[in-house]
């Protein structure tokens, strides 16, 4: 019976895939075969599939918000839990509601003001902290890279600082020759190792995910199954 | 030796229930073996462990009886259920006795050591257990039960009538009690010849001489016509080759059931019914020459198998057996002969060779429960009891538990005893019954093992006279043997040094040799010190053995875990709570303390153990103020790499222990550290309030032509008014800093082209911040100072904010659009592009747009604003194809790289970071507001109810002059000047606002250096201030000579009312800075930098640094003539560009230098689309300017100190 589960699990997958997979690839400048796609609505199909797609994405953004309130409603009323996970679970909670709340408001027209209530906790709250977040990365990078040969001096540590430096000086808005000199260097690393290396990234995954697609399509890659 | 109590195949029972049958080697040489079973018996410690793991829960356990302890699925009176005495063997003639067996039975006429035995064999047993309540701390409690139980259950044997011998009436059921009851003598030695006559005694005579008579024996020459026919064939067909008691047994027992005929009579043979002795074969011929197998066949053949035997023989109806007169005789003989030969230990001598089929174990060691620990009590008297009689070599095997201990065995099958295969082994069954049938309960007596356990005494008795040989069958002590000599000290001292050798070591393996075959199966080390429940348990889990399977005991041992109380949490200290958020239960750790070992209660740590404590230490603080300072988790892991070989326990290089020696640093932060982050803070921070660290160079105020992001700006520009701009919004509030300025100032330039944004997202958050980015900083225009309504109510509207090209305010939902948020990524984008048309049918807010839109070839211009390399993929991948309008990306400085390969194809036009924005909003806020769309009617018809409250405009766009200069030209007819603008004041404007768009404003000047910038883009100015006429600081001087012959008056003031304050000599010359607004008179300055006016009219101005004219030509200004600030320094050069008019009309208009002229009016409400100024624009470049030098040093100073450490390392190593 697994076995049967299983292969049909796999046959599911392989034809909605080519339906789909047909669907968007073969458009109208293909001739017979887009005929013929055309015929068979495959389009229109996997339309449909990429609309039952995101529509079952956004159902689990509402699950994974649900799920969210109703873990964390446990921990403010279990048994057990500590006095500060209570009070972090109920800050939790409460701003969940209440943005929540605040917004269905704001929609129905109850709530009105310029800057709207939501408007005031996204900018002020939430971009705020988001942003003294991003800005403390400034400080563990340059600790982490102040520090990267307190151990041991190696050569890519060396390779690595030199690089670094090379590049931030290069950015140094100095107008002076030997800045100049730098940041013509700065622009050949960027312009010529950096972006072959990102190119040869980006086709080392365009192959993978052809690959990885292709086994899909041919039933050689089943870990739906579980 | 196997134990199959929790191993046993569940395809094995229950039809067979003599499992542990099946386990007995078969082959001979087992029986050789007995000697084995002297070193094999011994130290039983891995039973003492295990036992040890049963111990605190047999109590617990008591309910969950070990299947092998238990006798509910078995039917009574089997092999195996009997044998409550501990011993291997199956005494099941002693269970048959019951409690009212006799133990005071006589036995004089058999040793005491063999006649105490049945004391021996009252050892407890293991089948059962007292499961009513009985103590199980009482040995012999549940024994008695058991014995009543099966008293109760079974067939009681017959028997023997007085005339019998002495040593046969002492056999167990051959000699009746006085109630009545077939009984037998617990005191009996279990022989097998005396088993069968038992048996034998036990069973009623029967009646049925023709049954015999269908055997064809041939005729034997001594007692022909005595002896019955199948025995006579028995005896001549076969010189029992391979007699074997079990075997034996089993055959009479299948004889013994058909052969009563419920009078009591033994259906003996007419030859053992005479007394004909020469005749009879003694022991060793009936034991050692029989042909058993034709005896099997004899008896197979002519009784039916022994299920019918508790109808046969009720234990209800017992009948006193009858001896006829001539087997007493023969009997007495045998008695005699048998007696002596047991006080000679020749009949002994000879047993062994009925066990030849046997296990070779040493039957009287016995069965010993593993549940019942007190088995193995010293304290306890079992299960030899030391009673009186019991040879000492038993006694000191007991007191050494140098006894074999057949392993418990699965439920129902509670003995190691061969099974009928192995009875049979080596015989012709043919047509033999099933096994189950033979072990009838009533016949059970010949296959219950104790022909084999009594064999095995005796053989081991063989052994010994012979010698005792180890396992390996070499003997030991051959020559000299003694009993008391081979138990004495010195020869168990060698049996253990022997066992303990390595040779013996390794022939074990690693198994003990005392383990038992289950545990070897199962491949448990039981060395003598590591056999634990835990182990078995464990062991028993890999053989993927589910709990159903485990044995009782495994089970409740699994229970029992189960059911330990949860430990206490309040227990854990807080800094364990902390580290462990989430984790309800945390055991409390044990004090330990990193001391020097040998201390009482010290933990000694290797080198390796100590490393990882000073690890967790270091990540936990603990309270133990006594130890050593201890590095940090980060000094712990970057010390050296990790080693694998250390993690798996395989290195042989030294771990170094941590010792620091640094002092304790307390809670402060490292100070590099915090060095690190004043020093960077500082260098952010300060260029916005100290000028003088306003160091570096702005961004460029426009891009390279050609450019990626020149393209991304001419894309934008040639935006049509009414067209469709597609902008997607792929950045998080982390690079909202970044990013935001990029949003801000394309979207001010789509609505200054007119156009129309649609914003789109795939993340949610990065949606809604571009919404407010673009309603608070770009439309709204609620700031007053920028445009909006003020605190009255009035509508204030400065220029160009909030009002696009159409002349009305932008609005949602008709100049711009935010589109529902894009769930799924990369297959929502697809879904997007598939169904654009719906997807932008209502916005976000569920409204309708009254967008036609039907395909990405809609929108003029698709524009995505991303964070990482993936967003732009995304949309290179997924909507690039599908519209014939390349991308237009900006991305973030970090994602740059990674983004860069797609602007090729399907990207044109890309902007980086906060630098390309810096420049595109310089370039906007350098261009004039266009002109409104023509046909506009929303123009906004300000009225004001109060006058304006003046406010200080420092507007920094671009000053674009277009002068209207009538120039006589000198001999160059094309003149490019760049003056430089010394001192630009600071205007303060209070601006009047009429019901008409005009408005007077009057100017302040204040003659400090200000920028350029500062002044508003359509103040000319009149007066040149300061009086400077070094125009473009190209020293270049406006000059002219009195072009009279007189002397000329200069007057205070440009009227001829004015006061003469000097006078200039005819010829002579003049510097020009400035004039008045017709231009009738000129500012002069004198030599002694006084200023004043003279009549232009007498002043003839030369041309700049030419001379006089010789060929006055006449220019006309280039409309496209342009002044352009080229940078935001406070001192910028203008280009005045001149072009010479083809007429060459002499006519020579004075030159009038950059004369800037006070705003007439305040700026009117804007038709047009401008750009306001970014707060902080240029500090906030400043700032990254500082940060970026800061951040050098920073990693430059480390790379040098580290260097040099390492450097300085190296050299003291």
Known sequence: ?226 | MTDDFDKRPPDEEPEDDFDWLKDVPDDDSSSSRSGDNLGFTGELSWRQDVEDAFDDQLNEANADTPDWQQTDNQPKGQPGKSGNLGFTGELDWLRASGEEAAPEANDTDVPDWLARMDLAQSSPPLDETPDDGTDVDDSMAWLQQDDEFDAEDELEPATLEDDAPDWMQDLGGLRASDEGELQTSNALPDTGALDWLQEYAAEPATDEPEEVDEFELPPEPTAENDVPDWMAGAYDSTPAAEPTSSLFTDDLDSESVEGTTGTGELDLPPWLMEDTPAELPNENDLFGEFDTGMLREAAESEYPPAPAIPEAAPPEEPEEPVVKGRITDWLERESEIASSKIEQDDFLNTLPEFTSQSTGEFPVTGELPPTSNEWFDESEPEPFDAADGVPDWLTELQDQGDITVDEPVQAGSAYDMPDDDDLFAGLDLGDAPPVEQAAAPAGEFFNTGELRNIDDILSSYKDIETGVSDRTGNLVNQADFDMDSLLSDDELDKISSLRQSDERRAEMGDISPDAPDWLSDIGVSVGSDDVSAAAIVRKQAQNERGLDELSDQLQALHQAGLDLPAPVTNDAPDNMKALLIGVPEILSPAPMRIGKPALAEDLVLSASHREKVNLLQSLIATDDQTKEPQLSAIDVTLDDSPDLDDLAGTSTRAIPVITSTRKKRGALPKIDRLLIAVVLAVAVILPFVVRGLRIGQLPPLSFAAGSAQQVAFDRVANLQPGDTVLIAAEYGLTDAAELDTTLDTLLRHIFSRGARPVIVSTNAIGLLHAKNVLERGVVSGLDVKDGGTDSTGNIVVSPGLGINRFGRIITLGKDYFIAPFIAGDTVGLRDFSQNIGGRLATDYNGKPTNLQITSYNDFALIAVIAERSDDVRRWAEQVAPLTSNPLLIAVSAAAAPMAEPYTVGSVNGMLVGYKDAYTYRAILEAQAPLAPIAGSTNIPTVVPTKPPTATAVTPTATVTLTPSITYTPSATPTITRTPTITRTPTITLTPTVTNTPTATATATFTPTNIRASDLPPTWTPTTLPGGSSDIGGQGLLITGVVNVSDAVNVRDNPSRSGKVIASLPARSTVQIIGRNEDGTWLQIKLEDEREGWVSASLIRINEPGTGTPTTPVAYNVDENAHVSLLSDSNYQPIAVNLQASPSPSPTLTPFIPATLAAPAAAPLPAQGASIKTTPYRDQRWYGMTLGLLAVIGVITLGAIINIVRGLFRRGRK
């Open chain 1, 1 to 226: 019976m697994t076995r049967l589960g299983s292969a049909l699990a796999t046959a599911i997958v392989i034809v909605v895939g080519i339906i789909t997979f047909l669907g968007l690839v073969v458009g109208s400048s293909l001739g017979g075969l887009s005929t013929v796609i055309n015929a068979f609505a495959f389009p229109t199909i996997a339309n449909a599939f990429l609309q039952l797609t995101v529509i079952t994405v956004a159902i689990t953004v509402l699950i994974g918000i649900v799920n969210l309130v109703i873990v964390h409603l446990g921990r403010v009323f279990g048994r057990g839990k500590p006095v500060s996970q209570r009070i972090n679970s109920l800050v939790l909670v409460v701003s969940a509601i209440g943005v929540i709340v605040l917004g269905v408001l704001e929609r129905a027209g109850v709530l009105t003001g310029s800057p709207s209530p939501t408007t005031v906790l996204l900018e002020g709250v939430q971009v705020s902290i988001e942003s003294a977040l991003a800005g403390l990365v400034l400080f563990a990078l340059v600790y982490g890279a102040y520090r990267l040969m307190r151990r041991r001096v190696t050569g890519s540590g060396l390779l690595f600082t030199l690089v670094l430096l090379l590049i931030l000086t290069g950015a140094l808005p100095f107008s002076t020759p030997a800045m100049r000199t730098v940041g013509i260097v700065r622009d050949w690393l960027m312009a010529v190792p950096v972006s072959a290396g990102a190119r040869g990234i980006l086709l080392g995954i365009a192959l993978a995910v052809t690959v990885a697609g292709a086994r899909v399509l041919i039933g050689q890659d089943r870990s739906y199954r579980d």
